[in-house]
């Protein structure tokens, strides 16, 4: 009888063990993702998105974000600043938007940008 009350208590004990164990290896692979997302990307200017297609839903991003309806991330705002004034406005839409439809376009959409995650810190 007592015999079987310590082999559950162990057997318990172990359950909990493994799963406390699992809990932190998974904790531990989120820390790992954290960290290889240190890395660099190329990013499109005008790509918002990132689907690799400058469209009409890039510049309807950047129009959003220009009004306080979306977050970007630090990468985002520079490729959104197509006419490199530093902020994201309507005028950068809407050079997204001509560029989608193929009108003349100036500023840098279609360029490629080297986006470095860890450029995170600087917010
Ligand atoms: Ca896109
Ligand atoms: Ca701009």
Same mark, same amino acid.
């Given at each position: 009888m007592r015999f079987k009350t310590i082999l559950t208590v162990i057997l318990t004990a172990s359950i909990l063990l493994t799963s406390t164990a699992? $809990? #932190?290896s998974a904790s531990g692979l989120t820390t790992d993702l954290k960290t290889s997302s240190d890395t660099t990307v190329i990013l499109t200017y005008g790509d918002i998105d990132n689907d690799g297609k400058i469209t009409a839903s890039d510049a309807l991003f950047a129009l959003r974000y220009s009004v306080g309806l979306e977050d970007f =991330?630090? $990468?985002?705002k520079v490729i959104s600043d197509v006419d490199s004034d530093n902020k =994201? =406005?309507?005028?950068?839409?809407?050079? #997204?938007?001509?560029?989608s439809v193929g009108l003349k376009t100036t500023g840098k959409i279609g360029e490629k940008y080297k986006y470095t995650y860890s450029d995170k810190k600087q917010s």
């Open positions: 699992v $809990g #932190i =991330t630090n $990468g985002q =994201t =406005t309507s005028s950068d839409a809407l050079e #997204i938007l001509r560029y």
